[in-house]
């Protein structure tokens, strides 16, 4: 189960093991961490501010899934694309790594107990925080001459790519993606500066480049592009989800209006993956106002609360203490399982369940286990439960204990026991984020939303192979406040990129 849903998703799939998945520049990487013998700060500072990194700074099990040459080549690439590295400042409780040319938030950074990372991640942050604007500015038009000059040329001119980027696509590959890019959306016209990346217009279409980077050389390590779709109206945006193969569902709804703006089989129940996390937030919200529970309560991580990724709790010691709030937001803006589970346990089950609709809900230790090829036994007693709540819960209750899968069984690209999830319509969806929506933690990350574009943005969104949900409440500058839910369900891998491309759209009617 993947959490939070990024936009920026390749639009070149076979380009994907060569770019940095820029919504994390990268390195993304787990492994068991214990004490930490230096704290995050200071391997954060040391990892970005060093003129050449070091492999004994990464935990064994983290090489094990990036090599070092890689990661090496992936700073240098951050360092030829945002310069000297200043200084590490804090951006809504997050590290911000603050460079001449740029910034980016630190998503992601976990150690084992002999300082080492097991867990690295980063996403581009405001320009406007850079040490030198005036160098952020002239780092754009730079680079914006680049995207120029890359996308003029037909055929692609591969010698714009770095030899890192090359070697795990080949130039006979780059240019036969390019081809097909350029027959599909005919020549390149302009480019734009959309937010931190740019917007292409060709003759038949558009493309937003979402993240570039580039090494000493500014030839590129990294490019990731996201299509462009636009409607005319509602009805059109209605009628191209509807046309979308397997169980699609969406609903536009203006707060305080009797009639929704766009519905597609909004009463539907639909898997949503971690979209199901607002439940779990309006009931601590719901325990909080009823002074149940205060957010500086503390909670204790055991060995037993770990669950699997998205997150990085996983990776956190036995016995560290964690704020209700703090667990809140890691929940909502990272989607961390394990934040969840243990919010799950803080909160109790029957509130939660109450409000999401579901009889006997698994925690999401309990989904892996369940999607788990060796407790087969135990999701055909699952399955067998039905909608019987205590048998249901019996078998839940031996799901926490049961082993966990490799975290590698959802890498591989298909479906696993998709009737093992959470389920809820559009309608709901909306409902309990409008619950949650003024909380500052769904308001972290926009997801599919650009925030300059409205007044507020919450969100939240979820997914596994076959599984994907959005939902989004926006308040127009306007004043208008509009809940956006949209749910894709297919026994088949989904092609992700084009419903958050039209997901993008609906929201671009909506302003």
Known sequence: MRGNFSAAHPIFGGMNKAMLSLTTIALIASASAQAQAITQTEAITRLLSAPEIKAEWFAPDFLVQVSFETIAAQFKGITGTYGKFVRLDILQDRPLAVYERGTLVISAAALDDQGRLTTFGAVPGPASAAADPAATQAAQAKAAALIEELFKSDPVDTALFSPEFLAQVSAGELTAQFASLHAENGAFQSIEPLGNGWRLTFEKGQLDVTALTVDAQDLITAL??????????????????????????????????????????????????????????????????????????????????????????????????????????RMISQSDNTATDLLLKAVGREGVEARLGQTA????????????????????????????????????????????????????????????????????????????????????????????????????GGSEIGVLNLTTQVTTKAGKTLCISATWNRPEPLNEQQFVAMYAGVLKLLR
Do not use: H
């Not at 991580?301 to 704020?323: E, I, N, R, V």
């Not at 135990?378 to 909608?387: I, N, Q």
């Open 224 to 329: 990731q592009l996201q299509p462009v779709i636009t409607y005319k109206t509602l009805d059109e945006a209605r009628a191209a989800f509807a046309a979308l193969p397997g169980s699609v569902t969406l609903l536009v709804q203006e707060a305080g209006k009797p009639q929704p703006l766009a519905d597609l089989n909004s009463r539907t129940l639909l898997a949503i993956g971690s979209a199901f996390k607002l439940a779990i937030l309006g009931e601590l919200q719901a325990q909080i106002t009823r002074g149940e529970k205060k957010w500086t309560d503390e909670v204790t991580l055991t060995d037993a609360d770990k669950s699997l990724p998205s997150g990085t709790l996983q990776d956190a010691p036995a016995g560290s203490k964690y704020t209700l709030r703090d667990l809140a937001a």
């Open 361 to 460: 809900m698994p925690s999401t230790r309990e989904f892996f286990a369940l999607k788990n090829p060796a407790n087969l036994e135990l999701l055909r007693a699952y399955r067998s439960a039905g909608l019987n709540r205590a048998a249901r819960r019996e078998v839940l209750q031996k799901a926490d204990t049961a082993p966990l899968p490799n975290a590698g069984l959802f890498a591989q690209g298909k479906t696993t026991a998709q009737d093992v999830e959470w389920f809820a319509s559009n309608q709901r969806l909306c409902r309990l984020m409008a619950d949650v929506a003024a909380l500052p933690e769904t308001q972290i990350n926009p997801g599919v939303a650009d925030r300059n574009e409205f007044k507020t943005v919450s969100f939240k």
